[in-house]
């Protein structure tokens, strides 16, 4: 029968239901309600086929030959359908495909309730994107998002693996359920490798989708201090807007620990994590045998200008974090933990910020010290023109409640206005003279005396920068100019001198070094004008150079805080001292040193000649000894196709006094080379390592090392640790540790090399 007669023949199939009216032949199409019937389920159901019979006795419709029945979002395709009116049941035969939205079942025959998208297809296969597919002597569909398989097998792997071949793993049972986006529920299961059983179990609950509850794949390692480590997660995901992630890990040598990591999504503007580990430890290096760490983040906008903010650490003890290799790095060598919690509104001009602070020492050795600001309050006045005039204004107020183990507890204000005239004595100059008056009140002195203290301080600067530039028209290539700037920079600086040492010491506020300085700097910088494909112009700075100094035109012995002192790095420009001079008085607080005239030659560089590669490096030079007191340096190169590689090295000279038993300077010395690689020699093969080397005494402190092979819908990994550790005083470890683990994917495409490095971070 052509098929430009099918609209007129299709359009009389099922009068029983709402969803199907059966098909009838054209010549018993004289029935105007019919018509009317008909025309009204159009926009629901279309029917094509070469032929179709109606078989009314029986109420049976036939449709035969590239059949193909859409209902609503669902579309069905056959050799030959058979609509059961009566039982309101859908056979179909020969190549059926049912898609239902995004799902798909392909098999030999099909048996489909279609006013309840009930039925079983026979030698069935399925596939839910973005990467589940299954197959079954029976799938049973029992709903919109349900299957039940018999005699089955489940993967996710089908996607990006072609039919002919094995897939790197399934799950195959006699019996098993699935619900989409949800979980594989299967009884007598079997878990398969390249065709090859791997694990039977009686029973599996396999999430399915990126945050479906169930039991994770265990990891399991082992170390020299902790033994045989396995660790088994649980994923609740209690809504869309939280989950939950508990873990229990065993170690042979040190205990059970738990852990719970409880994520939430309050809304658009509204997220945050809290995780809390604690465990009974057999080897705690001397302290109690229960340890316990929380972490907690919260970040909430209630509108563009206010914002609230929490970070919350907690560690039971100093060296918890740095006992076990599972620790992330920047946790294990952190010097002391911080808590947070801070609200903050901003206008047009001004700022006020409400803080609550907290925080501990971490570093064996030193003295258990903990500064804690509750509450605090900071009121800013951005700069703004003052009446009208061209003079401008600018200020912070602050008031907070301090107290701190070495120091009696005291309340605190601080008040630093400051008026400045920006004026261009000639196009390419701007000079511009600033005063400042400082107010800070205390509600007790050093000794713990009431009765309180003040101290006024007063600033002057007067600054000249200059710009000076050249552009350099290129003739081909990408780069299409390049631009020289040098900036040249000079800057008068005073703060009157005044007894400080009556003064509680908690943070760098309580000390403000006199200053009578002048300070130089020279900045050359080299842009890169580049053409992109679509003709835009972006920049790239290539390369850019400064050095800087400062002279101190009277030099003195000066009473300096232990604090401000200890603060003190080889970079910065705005105090030197002669650290020989010390004169420590551990009772007070307090050290006696001889000011430098000269304080150190600070050079910055900073290139990157080619699009891959980028180099850093500062160096701050004693002039007055003819040293380097300090380096920090680094390179990074990037190649996309094989990784990445990062090294970096740090060093500070522990000066004249360094190593200590007290005062400022104790333990200043430092070297440490850090080094970071990314590499993937050959496909689905990633290589992820982090090192820490000390050359000062020739000591390896870490090498952590990933291992992962991944393929579209599995990776499997080795994570190496090998490291020193230092526990107390006196005391270090060395530790190694292995870890397996293995993950399956449901992507449908590769994971990225970096996944190894969440091990790294972990």
Known sequence: MPRCLLPVLLVLLCLASPWFTPAVLAQDTGSRGLVDAINSLQSTVRIEANEIERREREKLAIARGNVRIQMENRILNADEVEVDEIHEVLRARGRVQLIDGASRLDGDRFEYHYRANTGVMYQGRGAIPPATTFQAAEIHKEGDRRYR????????????????????????????????????????????????????????????????????????GVGGRSGFTFKQPFFWAIDESQDLTLTGTYRSKRGPEAQATYRYVL?????????????????????????????????????????????????????????????????????FTNSRVFLTQMWQRYGLELRAD?????????????????????????????????????????????????????????????????????????????????????TKRLSGDGGGASRELFEGRNELTARFFRSFKMSSGRVDRLVHLFEPRLSYWYINPTNQRRFPQFDPIDYISPQNRITYSVMNRVLAKLKDADGAIRTHEIFSFSVSQSVNLHPQTRSFSDLFLNA??????????????RQSSSSTGFSRVRERRFSNLVADLRASPLQNLGVYGVAAINTERNRVDGVEAGVRYTYQEYGRIELAHSFIRGGDTAGQTSGP???????????????????????NYYGRYDPRQNVSLENNAVLTYATCCWMVGLHFVDRTNRFNVGRTGHENSVEFFFELLTAGAPPPPERGAKYLRR
């Open 149 to 220: 398989l018999v005699d089955g097998n489940f993967t996710t792997c089908r996607v990006c693996q072609p039919e002919s071949g094995a897939v790197d793993w399934e799950i195959r049972a006699k019996e098993a359920s699935l619900e989409q986006d949800e979980y594989l529920e299967a009884k007598s299961a079997s878990f398969w490798v390249r065709g090859i059983p791997s694990m039977y179990t009686p029973y599996l609950l396999y999430p399915v989708g990126p945050r479906r509850t169930g039991l994770l794949i265990p990891s399991i």
């Open 267 to 335: 809304g658009p503007e509204a997220s945050g994590f809290v995780d809390g580990r604690v465990m009974n430890d057999r080897n705690s290096e001397g302290r109690d045998d229960w340890r316990a760490t929380v972490t907690a983040r919260h970040d909430q906008q209630f509108s563009p200008d206010l914002n609230l903010k929490a970070d919350i650490n907690y560690v039971s003890d100093r060296v918890y974090r740095r006992a076990f290799p599972d620790s992330p790095p920047e946790m294990r060598t952190s010097s």
């Open 358 to 442: 907290d925080s501990h020492t971490l570093n064996p050795g030193t003295n258990d010290s903990r500064l804690s600001r509750v509450p605090e309050a900071n009121f800013f006045v951005s700069p703004q023109r003052l009446f009208g005039l061209p003079v401008f204004m600018e200020g912070q107020l602050s008031g907070t409640y301090l107290e701190r183990k070495e120091t009696p507890d005291s309340g605190r204000a601080d008040m630093f206005p400051k008026l400045f005239l920006p004026w261009q004595p000639v196009a390419w100059a701007t000079m511009t003279p600033s005063v400042g008056f400082r107010e800070t009140a205390y």
């Open 568 to 581: 003190l790095t080889p970079e910065r420009i705005d105090q030197a001292v002669r650290e020989e001079t």
């Open 665 to 687: 300077f104790v333990d200043r010395e430092t070297s440490g080379i850090v080094g970071r690689l990314l590499l993937t020699p050959i496909k689905n093969v990633a290589i």
